[in-house]
């Protein structure tokens, strides 16, 4: 196998081994599953079922339920039973946390179990230890001794396993010999997995899920990588843990998820959003779609046999600054109203810069783009100084702060001292014309199926020429559907950015620029290359959960969604709360029944507080350390 997938430039699926999950295939030459998760109390079996049977009406696959003590394992059998009664014969999967005994329970009964290997046998004190090579090889025993009995259960009954590692609850143990690195995330899985093969038992799915989308492919990646060297091919589940709600945890997750497809990784996929669970399967099947329609397509670019960065740790492709554009800058959004008849000063206002008569000034948003495509049109106002305006080469308009913008076939025509922006397919071989154009930024254009694949292509033949010039992501998707749009752009830019390719993006699509400009900077604060807004890392919910998670969320985010550049970790339960929060400035994690524990980070600063006081005690704790801002009223 090249690298971590079989190829760069196509996507070709990895071949991975067929586990049976009940009488659904993983893996092998089966389709990309879809699952999801109840939100439930499991011991409420009524509404479990219910849940369940809306959740695989909308298209889900593999039905996961929590099962945090062996009451609840057992009463998965009353949940199996009712759906078979309904009509219902899907694999159920009992979710594993801290209980090997619940698993036990659990796997004599469900088609499979999730463990997560950083609290299966361990208990998270935040400690450090100073392993010598003897004291960790006894670890192992010990845990070869608690996992043992699990994996002689599940072969005894025919039940597969996923060995599902969280980046939020890595244990002391990983931690301390691995420190907190997608590396140690592999190794997690890697002890379990390395038990399960000396114990000949081979039904086994795994996954590497973090809210971190960086964190999240590039243990992914080396996940296929160190299996590759031990002769291994277990199929994988992919996931985005706690992306959130609404738009902003659709996008999280296509970047994440939609990178690791395009490379062919990934055999059963969940969209965890903080939302009804069946609200999560439409998104997921519109990431499996982009790969089932290109099935007998192939990419005829030929394929990358060297790669010129790393793609298990992410460093940005070196570039000159050109204007604002390139080099250390974070990534520009170009906002696009050349087809307009005519452009007035409310135009702007969907791009974030809103016009005051009365006080004849302009409030730039958070959101506000950095440069504007006019075209031909002509502008009878002054914009602000920050907005950058690009127009057609052909368009005469010549005014500070006005840029040309030169089209496929014009490059001979462009003056070497001017600034200038230069529009090319990903196809065009142009790489000598463009080494020569010190001041260029270069557009990089694509309307192509394998779009994602050329475009990659293209930044790695800049790499090994040397070629320093900014470049700008742009694509279009004219005639889909919102939803649509929003997936398939935040899989085609995001994952460029995810590997430091992209000093800009410019999408397309409609007429509804406000939303078109609210997704771009979506997708630069999901693949965490510009932070412009508050970020929720939010739970999906599961029976867990201690509080209502989309009725806080939402208060939470009425009360804050105007912090610019603030991370916000809103969690059910302690499972993967502190973890999970990691880069998170702030933390609201349910610890008991109507209560609620704040964090500073990592460090729990309030403990216990009530239900009912605890979104203002954020606030507060927010307040306290200078990172409030009052919300703009203008």
């Not at 219902?88 to 090997?100: G, R």
């Not at 009964?109 to 004190?125: H, L, Q, S, T």
Request: hydrophobic share 35%; charged share 25%; proline share 4%.
């Amino acid at each position: 196998m090249k690298f971590y997938c079989k190829s760069l430039t196509d996507t070709q699926r990895l071949e991975t081994r067929e586990v049976m999950v009940g009488n659904i295939g993983v893996g092998g030459n089966n389709p990309v599953r879809v699952q999801s998760m109840t939100t439930t109390d499991t011991m409420d079996t009524e509404m479990t079922i219910a849940q369940s049977m809306r959740m695989i009406d909308a298209g889900c696959e593999i039905v996961r339920i929590t099962a945090p003590s062996i009451k609840e394992a057992e009463n998965l059998r009353h949940i199996r039973d009712g759906l078979i009664d309904n009509g219902y014969d899907v694999p159920i999967v009992a979710d594993i946390h801290f209980t090997p005994n619940a698993a036990m329970a659990a796997a004599r009964i469900v088609d499979k179990v999730r463990i997560n290997p950083g609290n299966y046998a361990d208990r998270k004190k935040f400690e450090t230890h100073d392993y010598s090579d003897a004291s960790y090889l006894a670890e192992l025993e010990r845990l070869r001794e608690q996992f043992v009995p699990l994996v002689s259960i599940c072969k005894e009954n025919g039940t597969a396993m996923r060995i599902g590692t969280n980046h939020g609850s890595l244990s002391d143990r990983i931690l301390s010999r691995y420190g907190d690195t997608p590396l140690g995330m592999v190794e997690s899985a890697m002890e379990f997995l390395r038990i399960a093969e000396d114990e000949s038992y081979h039904d086994i799915i795994l996954s590497m899920k973090a809210s971190n989308t960086h964190v999240m492919v590039q243990a992914y990646r080396l996940l296929v990588s160190k299996m590759s060297t031990e002769g291994m091919n277990y199929p994988l589940h992919l996931g985005v843990t706690e992306a959130g709600e609404a738009e902003d945890g659709r996008i999280k997750s296509a970047v994440g998820i939609g990178t690791l497809l395009e490379d062919g990784l990934g055999d059963t996929i969940r969209v965890s959003l903080t939302e009804e669970p069946e609200r999560e399967i439409p998104v997921a099947q519109m990431l499996i779609k982009r790969y089932d329609s290109r099935r007998d397509t192939k990419n005829k670019a030929g394929d990358i046999d060297t790669l010129p960065y790393d793609p298990f740790f992410y460093v940005r492709r070196r570039s000159d600054q050109i204007l604002t554009i390139g080099s250390e800058q974070v990534p520009r959004v170009i906002g696009d109203l050349s087809r307009s008849s005519s452009i007035k000063y409310e135009d702007l206002g969907q791009f974030g810069y809103l016009y005051s008569p009365n006080s004849d000034k302009w409030h730039v948003a958070d959101l506000a783009i950095d440069f504007l495509y006019i075209g031909s049109n002509s502008l009878d106002f002054d914009v602000p100084g920050a907005l950058g305006i690009i127009k057609d080469h052909s368009n005469t308009e010549l005014k500070v702060g006005y840029y040309s913008l030169y089209d496929s076939g014009q490059i001979d025509q462009i003056d070497p001292n001017e600034i200038s922006f230069y529009l090319c397919k990903d196809t065009d071989r142009i790489f000598d014309q463009i080494r020569s154009l010190k001041n260029c930024i270069v557009i990089l254009e694509s309307d192509q199926d394998h779009g994602f694949h050329q475009q990659r292509r293209f930044f790695v033949e800049l790499i090994d020429q040397g070629i320093p010039n900014p470049v700008v992501v742009k694509r279009s998707y004219e005639g889909l559907p919102k939803e649509e749009f929003l997936i398939n752009a935040a899989v085609d830019v995001g994952g460029l950015q995810l590997d430091g390719m992209g000093d800009g993006v410019w999408l397309g699509s409609g007429d509804d620029h406000s939303f078109v400009n609210q997704t771009a900077f979506g997708i630069l604060q999901a693949s965490r290359t510009r932070i412009s807004k508050t970020e929720y890392i939010s739970c999906p919910s599961c029976g867990r959960t201690l509080f209502d998670l989309q009725e806080t969320t939402a208060r939470i985010r009425e009360r804050t969604d105007h912090l610019k550049g603030i991370k916000i970790g809103i969690m059910g339960c302690i499972v993967n709360g502190p973890g999970e929060m990691a880069d998170a400035d702030y933390g609201y994690v349910g610890t008991g029944p109507g209560m609620i524990s704040l964090y500073k980070g990592q460090e729990v600063v309030e403990k216990n507080i009530a239900e009912s006081n605890a979104v203002d005690e954020l606030i507060q704790l927010i307040r306290s350390n200078g990172d409030w801002a009052e919300p703009c009223n203008d």
